[in-house]
Every structure is written in structure tokens, then in C-alpha cells.
């Protein structure tokens, strides 16, 4: 798997950010009616993190064939 990053885009404002700094990732689990859980990688450190945000944000999905 190769992670690169490919940036965000905020629904509330439609702007683009984090493009060569970082990857968000969604996951397939809800956290609540409105966000979902998300993994997180920038190109500045080592690790994975964890978090939820708005389910109207643009994120990178990665699919996985069963």
C-alpha cells in the first residue's frame, strides 16, 4: 500500500489544502449521524493517526478487494 498525499478539500469553504503534506483516509465506521472515522498520515512523520470529522469532508478512500 502507498500512501500519497493527496490533500482535503473543507466542505464549508471548498478549499483545498494539504496537497504533498498529507493523506486522509475514511474509514467504513460511522461515529455518530453526521462523522465518520478517518486515519490520517503526514509526510512530515512517521505514524497513523486517529480521528473523526464531518462526513461532507473530501478524503481519499481506499478499497480493498475481499
Keep these: 500500500f502507498n500512501a500519497y ?3 482535503k478539500v ?3 469553504d471548498t478549499t483545498f ?3 504533498f503534506s498529507e493523506a486522509s483516509f475514511w474509514t ?7 462523522t465518520a472515522w478517518r486515519r490520517r498520515l ?3 512523520s512517521v505514524g497513523v493517526t486517529k ?5 461532507t469532508m473530501g478524503f481519499s478512500c481506499r478499497c480493498i478487494e475481499n
Excluded: E
Excluded at 467504513?28 to 453526521?34: G, M, P, R
Design 42 to 44: 503526514f509526510s512530515s
Design 51 to 55: 480521528g473523526y470529522a464531518d462526513k
Design 17 to 19: 489544502s494539504g496537497l
Design 5 to 7: 498525499p493527496s490533500g
Design 28 to 34: 467504513s465506521t460511522s461515529n455518530d449521524s453526521t
Design 10 to 12: 473543507n466542505s464549508i
